[in-house]
């Protein structure tokens, strides 16, 4: 089966000589060197400060939630979110004991609607966490607006925005923390891992000591922690698969235009903002209706791809984050979008296949 994404597995030898000096090091975990350096590289290689690397992406996302006061009271609080994501942006604020309170997408970029966002607020909202959706860029500046405005804390879930730069700058910068998740499903990874990105200093040093049990010495634990730190052996991954992103970029470009160029001008492709530079992480697709998206899967399945209904459904009909909602543009799109494969080892063969298999289907 060709499946929506690959695993990206660096140098084999490269990972192994990492490896050894673990070995000799005998430093597993704990702020390691190669945490430290992965940090300083991480903060190089996507032009940003204050990062902090942990073990998963969601967890990134709570402590952001965390460190900036979000979390963590004993009243009701409420952050506006988008329900077409993946799960892990609601059901970590819920989990949290934050409500997450939808508000629609735009019906072309897919990210959260700013437009919708002010009616949404209550007394009790705290925050927003959009989403830049398969990369795509929120509209950060109307969103990091309403934000100030309304005293709101702003955490971007960048999951997928890995390199994304929007108007020549980092789209990390934007919000007052953004994460990153470093799944071995995604662009970048480190196995499991993830990392935050803060606006602000002391932020980020409220969150380093959260990580590790809130504890700050031999003897003394300053506040509430969790454990969420990167080990050596995750960084060591993301090390060696960050010396060979060049090449990884380049290949999904690749696929990215190829299908780009040859799918049928009836899809639905997704809307990007002037001055975004995308990181070609995802090949989302839109149908013309659900009985056509979720026909050509079933075709696709028959030859051996495995297309995925990336994002269905849509979050607000999932009955544990208890934030049940009309969303009709995120429900719409959730019904009619299929991620077809792509991955730097997708040969032409296979992709020209795929391509074929959805013309045929649709008649053209
Ligand atoms: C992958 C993902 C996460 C969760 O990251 P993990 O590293 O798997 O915990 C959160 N949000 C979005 C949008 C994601 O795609």
């Known amino acids: 089966m060709i499946p929506v994404t690959k695993p990206y597995l660096p140098s084999r030898d490269k990972l192994d000589r990492y490896i050894d000096g673990i070995y000799e090091r005998q430093w597993l975990t704990n702020n390691g060197p190669l945490v430290q350096e992965l940090t300083k590289r991480l903060e190089e290689y996507l032009g940003v400060e204050n990062l902090l690397l942990v073990s998963n992406g969601t967890l990134a996302l709570q402590i952001a939630y965390r460190a900036l006061g979000i979390s963590g009271s004993d009243e009701p609080v409420e952050a506006i979110t988008t329900p077409f994501t993946f799960v892990a942006t609601a059901s970590s604020l819920k989990w949290d004991g934050v409500q997450p309170v939808f ?106 000591k959260m990580i590790n049990f809130g504890i700050t010495g031999p003897e003394s634990i300053e506040e509430l922690g969790i454990n969420a730190k990167m080990n050596e052996f995750q960084a060591a991954m993301g090390l060696c698969v960050l010396d060979e992103m060049e090449d990884n970029l380049l290949a999904r470009a690749q696929v990215w235009r190829r299908y780009e160029q040859a799918l049928p001008a009836s899809l ?97």
């Open 103 to 208: 508000v629609d997408i735009d019906a072309d970029t897919w990210c959260l609607d700013p437009a919708l966002i002010e009616a949404a607020i209550t007394p009790c909202t705290r925050a927003i966490v959009p989403v830049h959706v398969f990369g795509n860029a929120c509209d950060v500046d109307a969103i990091d607006e309403i934000g100030r405005r309304h005293d709101l804390k702003v955490v971007y879930d960048a999951a997928h925005a890995f390199g994304v730069t929007y108007k020549g700058e980092s789209l990390l910068k934007h919000g007052d923390a953004a994460t990153l998740s470093f799944h071995a499903t995604k662009l970048f990874h480190s196995i499991e891992g993830g990392a935050i990105v803060f606006k602000r200093k002391e932020v980020l040093e409220r969150a380093r």
């Open 268 to 364: 639905q492709l997704q809307a990007k903002p002037e001055g975004l530079e995308y990181n070609c992480a995802y090949f989302p697709v839109v149908f013309e209706s659900e009985e056509q998206a979720v026909r050509v899967a079933a075709t696709l399945k028959e030859n051996g791809v495995l297309a995925r209904r990336y994002f269905y459904p849509s979050l607000e009909s999932v009955g544990c984050l208890k934030s049940q909602s009309a969303q009709p543009v995120s429900k719409d799109i959730a019904s009619r979008i299929l991620c077809l494969p792509i991955f730097d080892q997708l040969d032409q063969p296979d992709q020209d296949n795929i391509i074929k298999c959805i013309k045929v289907e649709l008649n053209v």
